[in-house]
T-cell receptor, first 114, second 115 residues
Framework: KQEVTQIPAALSVPEGENLVLNCSFTDSAIYNLQWFRQDPGKGLTSLLLIQSSQREQTSGRLNASLDKSSGRSTLYIAASQPGDSATYLCAVPNYGGSQGNLIFGKGTKLSVKP | DAGVTQSPTHLIKTRGQQVTLRCSPK?????VSWYQQALGQGPQFIFQYYEEEERQRGNFPDRFSGHQFPNYSSELNVNALLLGDSALYLC??????????????FGPGTRLTVL
């Protein structure tokens, strides 16, 4: 059974710092891995999707890496800003399932202090 | 281009009641998935609808049922509400055939409180 874990559960950093969020999964047979952002009480916004054949994806100040063999992904945020404060979730498709059936971690709550 | 929309935004019900939540997918999408997100947890997959049929189901009791209409919009129904059903209910849509590489687009959610 696929399980997704995110460490740390919460992180507080001063503005301008570079930071790394971690995601691990137990079954390496994944189609892809997706990182989402969620603001309090709101829906999810897709940030980056890494295909199983890729090692990393970049969008602006965000860079996500994927190491299938070790069951790990990281989300790197450069030059953090107060507007980056949110909960970040990673998710993988359930094995054999369609993209719609995602298994999520519990998320990392990020707070960036001005 | 409207994204995924959900209604209502908030809902308060009492134990034993029934509730219906609604979702309209992003334009051009024909597959709808529903998730339940308890406070402090990641979303959990409830079920997915495609071509008006339930295609996949997560580990949720039969009290949770759904429907998809010809215009691809969807409803989530929960009967005999329990306190533990209090959560944010998220709808997500994706494109035709739902290849595993498709990105999911999520709606803003419906906050259900059961008293």
């Amino acid at each position: 059974k696929q399980e997704v874990t995110q460490i740390p559960a919460a992180l507080s950093v001063p503005e301008g710092e570079n930071l790394v969020l971690n995601c691990s999964f137990t079954d390496s047979a994944i189609y892809n891995l997706q990182w989402f952002r969620q603001d309090p009480g709101k829906g999810l916004t897709s940030l980056l999707l890494i295909q199983s054949s890729q090692r990393e994806q970049t969008s602006g100040r965000l860079n996500a890496s994927l190491d299938k063999s070790s069951g790990r992904s990281t989300l790197y945020i450069a030059a953090s800003q107060p507007g980056d404060s949110a909960t970040y979730l990673c998710a993988v498709p359930n094995y054999g399932g369609s993209q719609g059936n995602l298994i999520f971690g519990k998320g990392t709550k990020l707070s960036v202090k001005p | 281009d409207a994204g995924v929309t959900q209604s209502p935004t908030h809902l308060i019900k009492t134990r034993g009641q029934q509730v219906t939540l609604r979702c309209s997918p992003k334009s051009g999408h024909d597959t709808v998935s529903w998730y339940q997100q308890a406070l402090g947890q990641g979303p959990q997959f409830i079920f997915q609808y495609y071509e008006e049929e339930e295609r996949q189901r997560g580990n949720f009791p039969d009290r949770f049922s759904g429907h998809q209409f010809p215009n691809y919009s969807s409803e989530l129904n929960v009967n005999a509400l329990l306190l533990g059903d209090s959560a944010l209910y998220l709808c997500a849509s994706s494109g035709s055939g739902v290849a595993p590489t498709d990105t999911q687009y999520f709606g803003p959610g419906t906050r259900l409180t059961v008293l």
